[in-house]
């Protein structure tokens, strides 16, 4: 996984013009049947990727924290949401709450989440190649490539099932 991970941001990189050319197709020419194919893309991926040997994700990056994640998180660490806020989180240029600083602080030496169950919702919709209407959301998944091998692996079976 470290071999992977490591060629990852360069990889995302030399294929990002041939990716946002694709996604630019994509968003002019919507196939019917994407957000099927998508989820078929995307469960087969996870069947054989395990986030416990890359967590890449929390590593490198912070997710952004809705009200409502930080009073569910702040409830289950039994602090009020000031507090959580105070010591965990700052406002981002977009006014948005993110971590202060990565890697994630609930993140464990085993790559496991401290807040599992109640992580917030951008934590659990990574890397977003289910989601609907994903020719909506491609500006994120072009960064999300350089971050998730799960999620480039995904796009470049998407290139072949979907040719443009």
Do not use: W
Not at 56 to 63: A, D, I, M, Q, S
Request: with cysteine; net charge positive; glycine share 0%.
């Amino acid at each position: 996984m470290k071999h992977i991970l490591n060629n990852l941001p360069k990889e995302a990189k030399d294929k990002h013009i041939e990716n946002k050319k694709y996604f630019d197709k994509l968003k002019k020419k919507t196939p019917k049947n994407l957000d099927y194919v998508m989820q078929d893309l995307h469960d087969a991926e996870f069947k054989k990727t395990d986030c416990l040997k890359c967590a890449n994700c929390c590593k490198t990056t912070g997710p952004l924290f809705t009200l409502a994640d930080i009073e569910r998180v702040s409830k289950y660490l039994k602090q009020k949401p000031q507090q959580f806020i105070e010591q965990n989180l700052r406002i981002d240029e977009d006014k948005d709450y993110v971590l202060q600083s990565v890697p994630c602080t609930f993140l464990d030496d085993e790559n496991e989440c401290m807040i599992y169950d109640v992580r917030p919702k951008a934590c659990r919709e990574f890397p977003h190649t289910d989601r609907k209407k994903f020719n909506q959301i491609t500006d994120l998944t072009l960064k999300n490539l350089a971050i998730c091998p799960a999620a480039y692996n995904i796009v470049e079976e998407m290139k072949k099932k979907l040719p443009l």
